[in-house]
């Protein structure tokens, strides 16, 4: 009796210690040796391999995205594991080339110029900073998700997520409605921050012998995205494109409420006025000016929209099925792990690292260093044609400025690359300080080499300071994909490798607050700007003229504004001789800020020290 309860015993504790391994899918069985005297020893180890194995994960979706299918064969070469988190990153970059349609969807409705009821350049250029902020607080949020169900699965959620943003940002712009294209910006951003760090902590495994190349090219695909993104949105818009209805450039216009409108079949439709300067910035040929009907046309954004998202969820999810990380413990052949970075005790917790003063003082000088590189960023393909096209109209065309925009693109890509590399060279804290000094003479440039392209547009050096302006501003954009592409391996020197995937999740905060501090910033300075500029226009026009262009007195000039009806070109067409146009100089002020923000960052930067050892895990 006293065996049989015994056995009873050893029975229930084996069956409970099953239960335990199985929920971690094991099916080894430590107790066998202390009770192989029992004569149910072998048909409980049996019972406890079956139980385990019938618990193992199971089905399609598993097998293809489960923890397991992300370890590689040890046979696996690692360099083909650039081409999926490439090409993620490639996709995830689209909200660097946002101002490519951004001009656009102020004139949706108007299509040539913008009428009333369209979206200002702001409301239309924030997508992109929700994009990206949404992005980095999901990539802070689902860090320690994306490590848990592994970089497949976060992949593939993300990619899913990533492209039916697009589709519903596609149905906001199809029915003008604000809100519903934030929404599908949000959820891209969701998207982008589930598949955002995931390959590129695989990338840092596969390479801990080059941690800064492997994460600068991994990030230089995000950094290239507007590559893609502008000449497919460029190709599709001008494919799904129509047309409004020209009215000539003499018609009966009413002006109401500060819209202009015409008596057409009984009813009063809005029309706009396209001078011959606001179609030179239109990638369409063959207008004249004069009189729009509005909502007569399409600029076709909806459509291109929702087909780039489409091939935006097929490109990440492909992805996700190519990735792989390396076997544990993986090392590359003829690499020894120096001995601190070998050691168990030389990484820092996710948890423990906000509180370090090096995350707080290399996060507020990652921040300030890409906040003028986001805002540059944000207008690429508007500044340039505000700034160069009225001056130079033969050499600034709107092809000039997607090229100009595809530039800062290749700009990005190259500092992305070119930074991760010299990092590796000269170390992270040295190309930081590259980049917090070298950025303060480049914006504080710009506003010169403006005033002397200005001075003489016509003359033989406006075209070299033109280049340099523009080199200037791509040089601009390579800090700000240098700071991207280094921060990865920044971290892994400062914080060691282990957790860097779920760490830099919080170092992409970075990149939230500096792109919705930077596009808000130039912006708002701009807008201001603006409206300096044109109060000193209407102190200066002669009131007849104004009231035979627009049809009202000089005292609703306001109405006009607000309507969109008057705006600084339409104003220079009728202003006295020798009035100097002041578009090419509303950024100005935005230059000097973003240099004494970066002046700022240089003396952050220097305090960046190494993390003391108090804040590391012990072995």
Same mark, same amino acid.
């Given at each position: 009796?006293?065996?049989?309860?015994?056995?009873?015993?050893?029975?229930?504790?084996?069956?409970?210690?099953?239960?335990?391994?199985?929920?971690?899918?094991?099916?080894?069985?430590?107790?066998?040796?202390?009770?192989?005297?029992?004569?149910?020893?072998?048909?409980?180890?049996?019972?406890?391999?079956?139980?385990?194995?019938?618990?193992?994960?199971?089905?399609?979706?598993?097998?293809?995205?489960?923890?397991?299918?992300?370890?590689?064969?040890?046979?696996?070469?690692?360099?083909?594991?650039?081409?999926?988190?490439?090409?993620?990153?490639?996709?995830?970059?689209?909200?660097?080339?946002?101002?490519?349609?951004?001009?656009?969807?102020?004139?949706?409705?108007?299509?040539?110029?913008?009428?009333?009821?369209?979206?200002?350049?702001?409301?239309?250029?924030?997508?992109?900073?929700?994009?990206?902020?949404?992005?980095?607080?999901?990539?802070?949020?689902?860090?320690?998700?994306?490590?848990?169900?592994?970089?497949?699965?976060?992949?593939?959620?993300?990619?899913?997520?990533?492209?039916?943003?697009?589709?519903?940002?596609?149905?906001?712009?199809?029915?003008?409605?604000?809100?519903?294209?934030?929404?599908?910006?949000?959820?891209?951003?969701?998207?982008?921050?589930?598949?955002?760090?995931?390959?590129?902590?695989?990338?840092?495994?596969?390479?801990?012998?080059?941690?800064?190349?492997?994460?600068?090219?991994?990030?230089?695909?995000?950094?290239?995205?507007?590559?893609?993104?502008?000449?497919?949105?460029?190709?599709?818009?001008?494919?799904?494109?129509?047309?409004?209805?020209?009215?000539?450039?003499?018609?009966?216009?009413?002006?109401?409420?500060?819209?202009?409108?015409?008596?057409?079949?009984?009813?009063?439709?809005?029309?706009?006025?396209?001078?011959?300067?606001?179609?030179?910035?239109?990638?369409?040929?063959?207008?004249?000016?004069?009189?729009?009907?509005?909502?007569? @046309?399409?600029? &076709?954004? =909806?459509?291109?929209?929702?087909? #780039? *998202?489409?091939?935006? /969820?097929?490109?990440? !999810?492909?992805?996700?099925?190519?990735?792989?990380?390396?076997?544990?413990?993986?090392?590359?052949?003829?690499?020894?792990?120096?001995?601190?970075?070998?050691?168990?005790?030389?990484?820092?917790?996710?948890?423990?690292?906000?509180?370090?003063?090096?995350?707080?003082?290399?996060?507020?000088?990652?921040?300030?260093?890409?906040?003028?590189?986001?805002?540059?960023?944000?207008?690429?393909?508007?500044?340039?044609?505000?700034?160069?096209?009225?001056?130079?109209?033969?050499?600034?065309?709107?092809?000039?400025?997607?090229?100009?925009?595809?530039?800062?693109?290749?700009?990005?890509?190259? @500092?992305?690359? &070119?930074? =991760?590399?010299?990092?590796?060279? #000269? *170390?992270?804290?040295? /190309?930081?300080?590259? !980049?917090?000094?070298?950025?303060?003479?480049?914006?504080?440039?710009?506003?010169?080499?403006?005033?002397?392209?200005?001075?003489?547009?016509?003359?033989?050096?406006?075209?070299?300071?033109?280049?340099?302006?523009?080199?200037?501003?791509?040089?601009?954009?390579?800090?700000?994909?240098?700071?991207?592409?280094?921060?990865?391996?920044?971290?892994?020197?400062?914080?060691?490798?282990?957790?860097?995937?779920?760490?830099?999740?919080?170092?992409?905060?970075?990149?939230?607050?500096?792109?919705?501090?930077?596009?808000?910033?130039?912006?708002?300075?701009?807008?201001?700007?603006?409206?300096?500029?044109?109060?000193?226009?209407?102190?200066?026009?002669?009131?007849?003229?104004?009231?035979?262009?627009?049809?009202?007195?000089?005292?609703?000039?306001?109405?006009?504004?607000?309507?969109?009806?008057?705006?600084?070109?339409?104003?220079?067409?009728?202003?006295?001789?020798?009035?100097?146009?002041?578009?090419?100089?509303?950024?100005?002020?935005?230059?000097?800020?973003?240099?004494?923000?970066?002046?700022?960052?240089?003396?952050?930067?220097?305090?960046?020290?190494?993390?003391?050892?108090?804040?590391?895990?012990?072995?």
């Amino acid at each position: 009796t006293k065996l049989i309860l015994l056995d009873s015993l050893l029975q229930e504790m084996t069956m409970l210690h099953c239960r335990k391994l199985a929920k971690i899918g094991s099916a080894s069985f430590p107790m066998k040796q202390s009770i192989s005297g029992s004569k149910y020893a072998v048909s409980m180890v049996r019972a406890c391999s079956s139980n385990a194995d019938a618990n193992k994960p199971s089905g399609f979706l598993e097998k293809t995205f489960g923890l397991e299918s992300n370890t590689a064969d040890p046979k696996t070469n690692r360099w083909s594991m650039f081409l999926p988190a490439f090409a993620t990153h490639v996709c995830l970059g689209a909200p660097y080339g946002w101002s490519a349609i951004s001009a656009a969807l102020t004139r949706e409705n108007g299509l040539v110029v913008s009428a009333a009821s369209d979206w200002s350049l702001d409301l239309a250029t924030y997508p992109m900073s929700l994009m990206i902020a949404a992005g980095g607080l999901s990539a802070a949020l689902f860090g320690k998700w994306t490590i848990k169900v592994g970089v497949r699965k976060a992949m593939a959620t993300g990619g899913i997520l990533y492209g039916t943003g697009f589709g519903l940002s596609a149905i906001g712009v199809m029915n003008h409605n604000l809100p519903i294209l934030y929404a599908g910006n949000l959820l891209c951003g969701i998207g982008y921050g589930c598949a955002y760090t995931p390959p590129i902590q695989a990338l840092i495994d596969w390479f801990p012998d080059k941690k800064g190349l492997a994460s600068g090219l991994v990030i230089a695909g995000f950094g290239s995205g507007a590559l893609f993104f502008t000449p497919m949105m460029n190709m599709m818009t001008s494919k799904f494109s129509q047309m409004p209805t020209y009215l000539g450039n003499s018609v009966d216009v009413i002006v109401e409420g500060g819209k202009q409108f015409v008596s057409m079949g009984g009813q009063m439709k809005e029309v706009v006025y396209a001078t011959a300067g606001d179609l030179a910035k239109l990638p369409y040929d063959g207008l004249a000016e004069g009189f729009y009907l509005v909502d007569s @046309g399409n600029t &076709g954004v =909806a459509l291109s929209l929702a087909a #780039i *998202g489409a091939v935006y /969820t097929s490109m990440v !999810f492909g992805s996700s099925l190519l990735i792989r990380r390396p076997p544990q413990g993986y090392l590359p052949e003829g690499y020894t792990p120096p001995k601190t970075e070998a050691a168990g005790s030389s990484n820092v917790h996710v948890d423990t690292v906000l509180k370090t003063p090096q995350f707080w003082f290399l996060f507020t000088t990652s921040t300030l260093l890409a906040t003028g590189g986001m805002g540059l960023m944000s207008v690429a393909k508007p500044m340039i044609q505000n700034v160069f096209t009225d001056a130079m109209p033969a050499l600034v065309t709107s092809s000039f400025a997607s090229a100009y925009l595809m530039a800062m693109a290749a700009g990005n890509l190259a @500092g992305r690359l &070119g930074w =991760a590399a010299v990092s590796d060279k #000269i *170390g992270r804290r040295n /190309t930081f300080h590259i !980049f917090t000094l070298g950025s303060i003479p480049i914006f504080g440039a710009l506003p010169y080499l403006i005033t002397q392209c200005m001075t003489d547009p016509s003359g033989p050096l406006a075209p070299y300071y033109l280049a340099a302006f523009c080199g200037s501003t791509v040089a601009a954009i390579t800090v700000m994909g240098g700071v991207f592409a280094v921060l990865p391996a920044y971290e892994a020197d400062l914080y060691g490798p282990k957790y860097v995937g779920a760490i830099h999740g919080r170092f992409l905060l970075a990149a939230t607050v500096s792109t919705i501090v930077g596009p808000g910033l130039l912006l708002n300075l701009r807008k201001l700007a603006e409206a300096d500029a044109l109060k000193d226009l209407l102190a200066k026009v002669d009131p007849v003229a104004f009231t035979e262009k627009f049809g009202v007195d000089i005292s609703q000039a306001q109405s006009l504004i607000e309507a969109k009806t008057l705006t600084i070109s339409k104003l220079m067409t009728i202003m006295p001789p020798g009035t100097i146009d002041p578009s090419p100089f509303l950024y100005n002020n935005t230059m000097y800020t973003m240099a004494g923000l970066v002046a700022t960052a240089s003396a952050l930067h220097f305090m960046v020290r190494p993390v003391s050892k108090k804040y590391f895990e012990k072995v």
